[in-house]
Structure formats: structure tokens, C-alpha cells
């Protein structure tokens, strides 16, 4: 699973992400990494309680809701509230795989890790999200607006930044289907159910939405 969905956030949001972010109280991206982890993190994140947080947090969040390709790919139960991420020149984060259980206490199980690209990518250098899967890499560098899913499975990487600034958006989603084949499965019936939604009678699509149904009911826990 590695999916990339376009304008998750309007041109608009995104400015208005990139003005509260730049005046926003930044800490060391240590803290909410595990120990491990913590070791290779070198970055800035905003503060829990910073205005700009409770600003940009809710619109994010709403911006993914209604985003129908983030729901039918992520099939979310739980979505926890993003970090906001600064990687400032020289700054990166080595490969490390995301906690299993988020939350103090765990409230949630992380099935699927999102970066939400708040940045253009004209204005940094380096900074790729680099997705290491079993037998490839992968390298991610969205315009801004953008999203990138892929399963918390998965080692990543960021790559060091060696001009400008990089914001992003981490999001991490506990889905009802915890199972990546599953869930890749279920995209890719919805994905097709979508395309050939206009080519076929209405018989055909029911049949096809029962199939898809019919798949969810035996796979998803809420
Ligand atoms: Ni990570």
C-alpha cells in the first residue's frame, strides 16, 4: 500500500496552514517519538498547545473526512490528531518504524501512516519521505496539499534538508480493516467500482457495491 491523493487541502487552506505554521511554537520532535526512534529524529514539531495547532488541527482533520479517496483507502476507525513537522536546514529523521500503539494511555493502534505536504516542494531541497518496502524504496515528494498513505508496516525515512523548510502534517489511523492485503483489496474494488461507474447498468453496479459490501462485512471491526 503506498497511495497518493491529490488536493486533500485547497489552495487556500494551504496558505492559511503556512501562515499560522511560520508564527507557531515549535519543540523537539524527540518528545514524541519512542526511544528508539528518538535516537535518529532530528526535527521541530508544533506544540500540542500552540494557537496555530488549534487552528490547523480541526481543518485537517475535516479536510480528510471528506476526502473519499483518504476514507476508501485508510478506512478509518480512529484517526489520531496530527503532528505538525518542521524539518529546518540539516534536519532529518532516519529509518525507524512508527510506534504500534499511540497514546498515554494507547488509544490507538497504528494501521496506516499519512504525510499531509504543506510545503511547495519548490521551496526546499532534500526532505523526501523515503518508504522502505521489501524489496524497493520508495520516494515521496508531494506539492503541497498533497498526501501520501502507506501502511505503519512499513520503515521510513526522511531524507536531510539542505535548503528552505519542510512542513508537514504526520497523521496516524487506527482502520477498521487492520489487514493491509485486505485493505489494498477493498481500494482496489472501490477504485474500479468508481471508473466504471458510469459504463455500466445499474444491475451491474448494484451487483458489484453488494460484492464490495459483502467483502467489508467480513473484514471490518468497529
Ligand atoms: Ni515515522
Known amino acids: 500500500m503506498l497511495i497518493q491523493i491529490p ?7 494551504v496558505e492559511y496552514a503556512l501562515r499560522e505554521l511560520k508564527q507557531g511554537a515549535y519543540e523537539d520532535g524527540k518528545v514524541s517519538a519512542g526511544e528508539i526512534a528518538g535516537q535518529v529524529k532530528q526535527n521541530l514539531q508544533l506544540k500540542r498547545d500552540a494557537e496555530a495547532m488549534k487552528k490547523c488541527a480541526p481543518m485537517l482533520l475535516a479536510a480528510l473526512k471528506r476526502n473519499a479517496e483518504f476514507q476508501a483507502a485508510a478506512l478509518p476507525l480512529k ?13 532529518t ?10 497514546g498515554e494511555p494507547a ?9 499531509l505536504f504543506l510545503s511547495s516542494p519548490q521551496d526546499y531541497d ?10 524497493a524504496q520508495r520516494r515521496v515528494k508531494l506539492p503541497a496539499g498533497c498526501m501520501v498513505l502507506y501502511a505503519s508496516t512499513n520503515s521510513h525515512r526522511v531524507e536531510p534538508v539542505t535548503r528552505g523548510t519542510r512542513l508537514a502534517g504526520i497523521f496516524w489511523i487506527q482502520s477498521m480493516v487492520r489487514d493491509e492485503t485486505k485493505r489494498d483489496i477493498l481500494f482496489d ?8 461507474d458510469k459504463k455500466i447498468d445499474p444491475a451491474e453496479k448494484m451487483a458489484l457495491a453488494s460484492i464490495y459490501h ?3 462485512r467480513q473484514w471490518a471491526e468497529t
Not at 488536493?7 to 487552506?13: F, G, I, M, P, S
Not at 488509544?107 to 504525510?115: C, P, Q
Not at 523526501?128 to 524489496?135: D, Y
Open 93 to 102: 529523521y532516519g529509518l525507524h518504524v512508527d510506534n504500534a500503539l499511540m
Open 107 to 115: 488509544t490507538i493502534r497504528t494501521d496506516v501512516s499519512g504525510t
Open 79 to 91: 484517526i489520531r490528531d496530527p503532528l505538525l513537522n518542521r524539518y529546518d536546514v540539516g534536519m
Open 189 to 196: 474494488l472501490n477504485q474500479i467500482m468508481d471508473s466504471v
Open 7 to 13: 488536493n486533500v487541502l485547497t489552495k487556500d487552506e
Open 126 to 135: 532534500g526532505g523526501e519521505l523515503v518508504i522502505q518496502e521489501i524489496s
Open 214 to 216: 459483502n467483502l467489508l
